[in-house]
């Protein structure tokens, strides 16, 4: 492939971008973002060159405008889809109402933060933010009647300077800050360095490279972005600026293979596409979970470069009217994207704090724990009549009445500490047990939260990335990163299973999904989640409790079925090849958070299934019969 356009290099910044949305690190993105921004500093500078002024009569103003109407049509189009997704915004945003600021000043690191639209304005913003500083540079150039090449290079190195001290008191404190997006100025500011650099005159335009040398910089490239995606996510200050920085270097390189041609008004068209269809593209595959489905999230480029095309023909259009319009419409377009922001900021905050107030995770487990003791005194009285007795037989025979006529392995268990006990039952003739699946995924969090509460281990920024995708999303690449590095071998949940009694379960040492358990043992783990144990502190109750309250909306059946408020872990695995039919499975906590905030915690497990949805039915229809019977 040939690439001698800055905007050639562009559109490969968006693919790899998207290549890099299926894999687990964030590192392959951060590469992928400095090549976009480190194209668009290069291209803006070339267009800007006195040379070119003639061909490119487009001012500021309707520069700042287009791309503030790009941001319009997006939060617009997003925001709609959101709302008619989940009015509430629970599940697409996550429990927590997050300041827009720190949104937009940090690259995202949570699974809540990346499906925010807030977190994806950052690239319209360091753009505007060195178009701005490139667009005065050459005001003071055309005042001052200074050396365009001399002037810009080092208003360059000025911006460096600035970003690099800016964000000072990052680069030196311990916290567990991530990446500022500030610091993509660089990049922004080394390719319109190299742009600068290479005003050469047409003698020196003999030395270019040829197609080899591009090829080879852009394979070396691709491998670089390949190489940061399957490593582990970057765990300290350092680290996160040393992949900016090597993304930065491998820019540089790139860029400074391409022939020194000139941006025509063409070429330039199709960068600003290329960078809508990126800017359209990376919101709409977080707000539809592509990151997990991979065919649906090649659906979505297709879709974004609609939306791309279309709203830079309409840009065009705008411009061709007189020029007080074009400042009208600034003026209008900016004023109405404060407005969304606003209004949506107030409408997040009503919808969704009143949900869990998760201003800090010690501050709101001691609340919540509060909370629900209180209300629990007030309606223990209330059911303190129940007789256990009689509720384990309602609970047996509704359960046998549904199991009884199934030909597949069923098994259930429930404890509710209104009752204090536990009740089980299972048509599990063989005593072969039952498979994990992604229900284990409860477990290895479990553990990992145990170490870290014990010192034995840091539960760094990158494992909570992990971990909520995890859970949230069931990715198994990320269950197997947190028990081979997290925990250091599968082997490692045996101490899990050790501690907490479950004499069932025993990790299987090469693939986690087919460890063998029982419901009984499951509902052991459970207890210790959200019930009193020494296990964990209350810290890392709720944050597992948080994280299983907000599965995504594909992961929400289950234990779930016919209950008010729920937490859950779904599991799911096909062994059809090998005789076993399908495995479906579901764990979780069922309440009521106004009338009986403890509730109970369930599992199911069934083996054997015909099909999926066979199961996922054999499932719900246990978990409702159970809840009309536990229901306050």
Known sequence: MKIQQWYGLGLVGVILMGISQVLTSINGEVVSFALIMGVLGGAVTQRLMPRHQTKHPLSMVTEVAFILQSLLILLVLVLSVSWLMEPSFVHIYGE????????????????????????????????????????????VVMIWQLSWRRTVMISNLVLILLTIVFNGGWL????????????????????????????????????????????????????????????????????????????CIGSSWLLFMVQPVMVTIRQWHVLMVGYLWYLYYWPLVWLFDSATHPLRYVGILPLALV??????????????????????????????????????????????????????????????????????????????????????????????????????KVGIAMYSPRTKQTVTYTKDTDGSGYYVASTVKASILTELLHQRDQGNLTFTPGEQTLAESMIRNSDNDAATGLLSNGLGSYGALNNLYQNLKMTHTTANLSSWSMTKTTPADQVRLLRTIYYPSDYLTKRSKHYIQNLMGTVSHEQSWGVSKSAPNYQLKNGWMDLSDNGLGWQVNSIGHVYDQHRDPQGYVIAIYTKQDATMSQGVDLVESLAAVTHQIMAP
């Open 96 to 139: 927590t109402t997050l300041p827009v600021r720190s949104l937009i000043w940090t690259l995202g690191g949570t699974t809540g933060a990346m499906h925010n639209v807030f977190s994806h304005l950052w690239p319209v913003l360091i753009y505007i933010l060195g178009l701005l500083w490139l667009r005065s540079t050459v005001q």
């Open 172 to 247: 030196f404190t311990r916290t567990g800050s991530l990446l500022p997006t500030s610091l993509f100025l660089l990049p922004f500011a080394i390719g319109s360095l190299i742009a600068t650099k290479r005003q050469t005159s047409h003698a020196e335009r003999a030395i270019q490279r040829g197609p080899v040398d591009v090829n080879f910089a852009l394979l070396g490239y691709v491998v670089l972005m390949l190489i940061g995606c399957h490593m582990s996510a970057f765990q300290n200050h350092w680290l996160q600026l040393g992949w900016l920085l090597i993304g």
């Open 307 to 408: 939306l791309a095309v279309v709203d830079y023909v309409g840009y065009q259009w705008l411009t061709r009217r007189p020029h007080i319009y074009q400042r009208r419409l600034l003026i209008s377009v900016a004023v109405v994207c404060i407005g969304v922001l606003g209004s949506f900021s107030s409408y997040q905050a009503s919808k969704i704090a009143p949900h869990q107030q998760t201003k800090s995770e010690s501050s709101v487990a001691t609340s919540t724990t509060k909370q629900a003791t209180a209300r629990s005194t007030k309606h223990l009285a209330k059911h303190s009549t129940v007789s256990p007795t009689r509720q384990r037989q309602q609970l047996l025979s509704a359960w046998q009445k549904i199991i009884d006529r199934q030909t597949v």
